[in-house]
């Protein structure tokens, strides 16, 4: 399973970025997507999650300004940002849950990775 993520870059305190994620290969199925981030010298943490249900979590700090959601694309996840601040800062990696469609069992696999800077 392949993940490409992408839309990262240099933005400005209070300014909007969106991530996406596509994922391909042998995919049966797809449990959850999610973000996560690693700002240097910090641990990776979970930003957002989204399940095949709809159902959402969030990091404390990015609620009301971050949105995750699954396009009509089956096995792909976006990640909506506004109001960013310099504390978003860091390395932004898309992963998934699933399983495959070759063996019947389960994965979990994370893209290469995307830059975003905030700027103040």
């Known amino acids: 399973v392949q993940l490409q993520a992408s839309g990262g870059g240099l933005v400005q305190a209070g300014g909007s970025l969106r991530l996406s994620c596509a994922a391909s290969?042998?995919?049966?199925?797809?449990?959850?997507m999610g973000w996560y981030r690693q700002a240097p010298g910090k641990k990776r943490e979970s930003v957002a999650r989204i399940t095949s249900g709809g159902v959402t979590n969030y990091l404390d700090s990015v609620k009301g300004r971050f949105t995750i959601s699954r396009p009509n694309a089956r096995n792909a996840v976006l990640l909506q940002m506004n109001d960013l601040n310099p504390e978003d800062t860091a390395v932004y990696y898309c992963n998934v849950d699933g399983v495959l469609v070759t063996t019947m069992t389960a994965f979990h696999s994370w893209g290469q990775g995307t830059l975003v800077t905030v700027s103040s």
């Open positions: 290969g042998s995919i049966f199925s797809i449990s959850a």
